[in-house]
C-alpha cells in the first residue's frame, strides 16, 4: 500500500512526493485533496516514487488525478527521459500499446435519433466484431498487408478505402508513428495480431453513441465543430494481441538488460534501456508498429461505424456527415520537443494511461484548431459522460503537454460483481437511457459506474490545475463493448 | 489485470520425484505426474505409480471443484489470484486450469484432443509467466482451451507438457474474461511447510 509515502500539498490540485531515497526527482500529483485517501488504498503513490528511480529522467514523475495501480508504472504517470540520458521502458508505455479514443461528430441532432438507439446499438454490434475471435468476413490480412498496416499505421487505412486522407491531419502524429520496425516484430506478435485488425477487444474498449450535453466554451467548441444536442461516436480500443504480445517480449527481454546498464530498479516491471541502446532502440521500434496496428484499427473501425449508421438510418454521408474531432494514444512513448526550465530540450515522453494535450499554437496540433488547442477526449464510464477539453499553456510548462485519460478505476471487478450482484445492470441502464450491448458475459457488469472514479472529478481537478479546459461534456445513448 | 497462483501441498513430497542439487526447485527429468494414458514416452510406469499415490491426497487433479484450488486476489483494475498444488508440476498444472477456469469455466472444457506444450525462461517464477503466456497465444492463435494438463518435464528454466482440451466454440465456451497479458506484478513462487503456492497477476 502507499499509506508510507508522504505527500505535501503544493495548492488545491497539486500534491508533492519528496525526493527520498534513490529518487533522482520529486513526484507530482495532480489531484484533489480528498481523492488522497483512496490512492493510499492501492501502491500507485509508491509506483509514482518509484518512476523517479529511472535514469535521465526529466522534471517530476507526474500523476494524473485519474491515477491508479498499475504495472511498473502507474496507470496515469508521465515520465520524460531526456534523449542521451534517459531510458525508454515498456512499463511506461502499458501492454496495450496505443490504446487510445477517438470522437467522431455528425450532422445530426440527439432529435435526430431519437426511438433508434437500440437498433443502431444492435447494429454496430453486428458489424464491428468484438467477441473472442470474431472479425469480418469481408477483411482478410495478408502478411505484406500487415506489414504495411504496422509501417503506416492510419495511412494504410486511408489508402484501403477507411475514412479519408483528411482525417490524418486529426490524429496524433498523423496516425504513424515513424520509425516502426515490423521486421523486427516476432512471429508470435504477428500471429496474435493477424486476425484482430478490425476488432474492438474486450475489457474497456467501447463504442459510444453520445451526444453533446453541455457547452462549456462556445468558442472552443464550435472551432472543433461541436454543438448542443449533436450526435457524437467515440471509439475506444488499441493494439490488441499483437501489441499486448511486444509488450510482453519487451518485458522479458528487458528484465535481464537492464542490470547489464547497471542500472536499479525497485520494481522489476520497470525494467528499461537506455534510449541510445541497440535494446533501446528495438523496443521503439516495434512499439511504433504496434502503435501503427492501433492507429489503422481506429481508422478501420471508424468506417465501419459511419457505414453503419449510413444503413440503419438510410441518410447519405453528406448528410450523416461523420467527422473525426480527434484521435489520440493513451498508452505511448514518444519523442517531443518541449522547454524545460528555460531550455528547448528533446525528451521521450511516457505517457500510460494518460493523453497529450498540447496547448495553442503548437505545429502538431491541426491548422483548424491551433488557436485553441488540441483537444483532450476523456471517456467516463458508460454510464456517466464523458468529457472534451483542449490543452492550455499551462500543460506545456508542468507536464510536457499531458492531461488526463479518463475516470480511473476505484473498484476491483470482483467487487464489481459482487456490487451488482442481483441487478441487472443492462435493465438499470436502459431505465437511464443508455442502451448497452457486451459481448463478454462479464463485461458489462464489471464496468458499472461505481467501479470508476466519477469523471467529473477527475476532470475538474485537471480543469482547476489549468492543465487542460473544459469544452464539451458527453453524454452516452448507446455502447457495445467487447 | 492478474491472478496469483498460490499451491499448496498437504502431503509428503513425492518420493518418485529427484530433488536436484539446488534444493527446492526438482528437476523431474524423467517425471512424469500424468493421470493419463498418452503420457510423455517413457514415463508410462511411474504415471501410473503416481497416479496411485495422488489418489489418496485431496487435491487431485482432474477432480472438481478448481476454485478449492485458488483464490482470486482483488486488484483494482485487473485480477489475481492465489492457486495451490502438490508439488511444483503440479502447481503449474494447476495454474493452467485455474487460468482456463476464470477465462471460461472449466466445466464447459472437454477433453478431446491433445497438445505438446513447451516452454523456457530464465528462471521459474519467470517460467511459470512463460506458461500461462504461452497458453493465452494458443487461446488466441489456435483457439484452443484445455482443462487438464500433464506437466511432463520440469526444471528450473523450461517446461513440456500435454494439454488436454478442444477448440474454442463460442457457443459451448461463453468467455467470462479475456486476459491481455501475464504480468511480472506482485509475482511469487514459493515452497511454505511442503506445500508449493504461486501468485500472478493477468492484465485484463
Not at chain 1, 534501456?273 to 496496428?293: I, Q, R
Not at chain 2, 506444450?117 to 512463460?130: K, R, Y
Request: charged share 25%.
Amino acid at each position: 500500500m502507499s499509506e508510507t509515502i508522504h505527500v505535501q500539498k503544493v495548492d488545491d490540485y497539486r500534491f508533492r512526493i519528496p525526493r527520498e531515497g534513490k529518487m533522482r526527482t520529486e513526484g507530482l500529483i495532480f489531484v484533489a485533496e480528498d481523492m488522497i485517501p483512496d490512492l493510499k488504498q492501492d501502491q500507485s503513490l509508491q509506483q509514482v516514487a518509484n518512476v523517479a528511480w529511472l535514469p535521465g529522467i526529466v522534471g517530476p514523475s507526474l500523476a494524473m488525478p485519474d491515477i491508479h495501480w498499475g504495472y511498473g508504472f502507474p496507470i496515469g504517470g508521465v515520465a520524460a527521459f531526456d534523449v542521451e540520458a534517459g531510458i525508454v521502458s515498456p512499463g511506461g508505455v502499458g501492454y496495450d500499446i496505443n490504446c487510445g479514443v477517438r470522437l467522431l461528430r455528425s450532422g445530426l441532432s440527439r432529435k435526430d435519433i431519437e426511438g433508434r438507439i437500440k437498433e443502431i446499438v444492435a447494429a454496430l454490434f453486428r458489424n464491428i466484431p468484438s467477441g473472442v475471435g470474431s472479425h469480418r468476413k469481408d477483411f482478410k490480412l495478408s502478411p505484406k498487408d500487415q506489414e504495411k498496416v504496422l509501417t503506416l499505421g492510419a495511412r494504410w487505412a486511408v489508402s484501403q478505402g477507411f475514412g479519408s486522407a483528411e482525417d490524418l491531419e486529426y490524429i496524433e502524429e498523423g496516425g504513424c508513428i515513424q520509425g516502426a520496425r515490423p521486421d523486427w516484430v516476432s512471429p508470435k506478435a504477428l500471429e496474435r495480431g493477424k486476425d484482430q485488425l478490425g476488432t474492438l477487444g474486450s475489457g474497456n474498449h467501447f463504442i459510444e453513441v453520445g451526444y453533446v450535453e453541455t457547452v462549456y466554451d462556445p468558442v472552443t467548441a464550435k472551432g472543433f465543430g461541436l454543438f448542443q444536442d449533436q450526435v457524437t461516436i467515440m471509439v475506444h480500443t488499441g493494439s490488441r494481441g499483437l501489441g499486448h504480445q511486444i509488450c510482453d517480449e519487451a518485458v522479458r527481454k528487458l528484465i535481464p538488460v537492464t542490470t547489464q546498464y547497471g542500472i536499479e530498479l525497485p520494481d522489476r516491471q520497470l525494467c528499461c534501456a537506455p534510449l541510445s541502446s541497440p535494446e533501446g532502440k528495438e523496443y521503439l521500434a516495434v512499439m511504433a508498429a504496434a502503435a501503427n496496428f492501433a492507429f489503422a484499427n481506429r481508422q478501420i473501425i471508424s468506417h465501419w461505424v459511419e457505414e453503419t449508421l449510413e444503413q440503419v438510418l438510410q441518410i447519405r454521408p453528406r448528410d450523416l456527415s461523420l467527422t473525426l474531432v480527434y484521435d489520440l494514444c493513451h498508452n505511448i512513448a514518444k519523442f517531443e520537443d518541449h522547454e524545460w526550465k528555460g531550455r528547448k530540450r528533446r525528451l521521450c515522453v511516457h505517457r500510460k494511461g494518460a493523453t497529450r494535450a498540447f496547448g495553442p499554437h503548437h505545429s502538431q496540433i491541426p491548422v483548424a484548431y491551433r488557436e485553441y488547442g488540441q483537444p483532450v477526449l476523456i471517456p467516463g464510464d458508460m454510464g456517466r459522460y464523458s468529457y472534451v477539453l483542449v490543452g492550455t499553456p499551462k500543460a506545456m510548462e508542468e507536464t510536457f503537454g499531458s492531461a488526463c485519460h479518463g475516470a480511473g478505476r476505484l473498484m476491483s471487478r470482483q467487487a464489481a460483481i459482487k456490487a451488482a450482484r442481483g441487478r441487472s445492470v443492462i435493465r438499470e441502464m436502459e431505465e437511464r437511457g443508455i442502451i448497452v450491448q457486451g459481448a463478454g458475459k462479464g463485461t458489462i457488469v464489471e464496468e458499472i459506474s461505481e467501479a470508476y472514479k466519477d469523471v467529473a472529478q477527475v476532470v475538474e481537478v485537471i480543469h482547476q490545475a489549468g492543465i487542460a479546459s473544459k469544452v464539451a461534456r458527453l453524454k452516452p445513448l448507446g455502447v457495445i463493448k467487447g | 489485470m492478474g491472478f496469483f497462483l498460490s499451491v499448496t501441498e498437504s502431503r509428503p513430497f513425492p518420493t518418485i520425484c529427484l530433488a536436484n542439487s539446488l534444493g527446492y526447485f526438482y528437476n523431474l527429468l524423467s517425471g512424469c505426474n500424468g493421470h493419463y494414458s498418452a503420457c510423455c514416452s517413457g514415463d508410462r510406469e511411474m504415471g501410473k505409480r503416481e497416479k496411485r499415490i495422488w489418489k489418496a491426497g485431496p487435491f487431485q487433479r482432474g477432480e472438481p471443484p478448481i476454485r478449492e484450488s485458488y483464490r482470486i486476489i482483488s486488484h483494482t483494475a485487473d485480477l489475481g489470484m492465489e492457486v495451490q498444488g502438490n508439488d511444483l508440476k503440479d502447481l503449474f498444472a494447476q495454474a493452467g486450469r485455474a487460468f482456463f477456469d476464470l477465462m471460461i469455466g472449466l466445466g464447459c472444457i472437454k477433453t478431446k484432443k491433445e497438445e505438446r506444450i513447451g516452454v523456457s525462461a530464465p528462471d521459474t517464477e519467470a517460467l511459470l509467466v512463460a506458461w500461462l503466456s504461452e497458453l493465452l497465444f494458443l487461446f488466441e492463435t489456435r483457439r484452443l482451451v484445455f482443462s487438464d494438463f500433464n506437466i511432463c518435464r520440469l526444471n528450473p528454466e523450461s517446461l513440456e507438457a500435454v494439454g488436454l482440451g478442444e477448440t474454442y466454440d463460442p457457443q459451448k465456451h461463453p468467455v467470462r474474461q479475456v486476459f491481455k497479458a501475464v504480468t511480472y506484478h506482485q509475482l511469487a513462487l514459493w515452497e511454505e511447510k511442503g506445500v508449493w503456492k504461486a501468485r500472478v497477476v493477468f492484465d485484463l
